[in-house]
């Protein structure tokens, strides 16, 4: 019995193949506490299929998890989220989501080994929970920008006066983005780009 088939053989959408022009990819992570908007920012950015892996969330979370202002929030980011964007015909960047919830912090070990950058997305509502996510990057020295995803009834504080709340340096760049658009997110990832050559250059000249 002939068991060929006419069909193609399967593989990767054409959409998600790597451009050969690409000479440099880069590893960033996208941190933040839970309900921040990461997974909705790798979604948003992405130039392929993205790889979440969001689970129901359940009773094992109560009492455990805060869900304090994202009440509505049903699901949750258990392990990553995955994705990627050329930044150019020569620069691609590989997006990790990480976990919010702190119980998974975990796994952000793994996630940030060869990891070149990060973005930290902020939720002005609950600028709590970022103070340990920042101290965390600051401890592994992991160059990083911040992110003001605009929430919908989010009070609107002036950007420094965030800086001075965060207690973040004079360099590290903070601006304003909606993580729903892909414009938005790439303008951040922009800046996270231009942030680590700064970096790299002043390195050099030391």
Not at 124 to 143: A, K, M, N
Request: aromatic share 8%; net charge negative.
């Amino acid at each position: 019995m002939d068991f060929r088939s006419s069909d193609p053989p399967a593989g990767p959408r054409e959409a998600d193949v790597l451009p050969q022009s690409a000479a440099a990819a880069v590893k960033v992570v996208v941190v933040g506490g839970f309900g921040v908007g990461k997974t909705t920012m790798v979604g948003a950015v992405s130039e392929i299929k993205p790889l979440t892996t969001e689970e129901t969330m359940t009773r094992a979370g109560v009492g455990v998890d805060d869900t304090w202002g994202v009440s509505h929030k049903i699901t949750t980011t258990v392990a990553m989220d995955f994705g990627r964007i050329s930044i150019n015909d020569e620069l691609v960047l590989y997006l990790f989501g990480t976990p919010g919830q702190e119980r998974f912090w975990f796994l952000w070990r793994g996630l940030f080994e060869g990891a070149l950058g990060a973005v930290v997305l902020l939720d002005t509502r609950r600028l709590e929970i970022s103070f340990d996510v920042i101290g965390r990057l600051e401890e592994r020295g992991v160059p990083f920008v911040v992110a003001v995803n605009s929430f919908p009834g989010a009070p609107d504080h002036p950007l420094e006066e965030l800086r001075e709340a965060l207690d973040l340096p004079p360099a590290v760049p903070i601006l304003v983005c909606d993580a729903r658009r892909r414009d938005s997110s790439r303008d951040v990832l922009l800046t996270l780009m231009r942030y680590l050559h700064s970096q790299a250059a002043t390195q050099e000249a030391m």
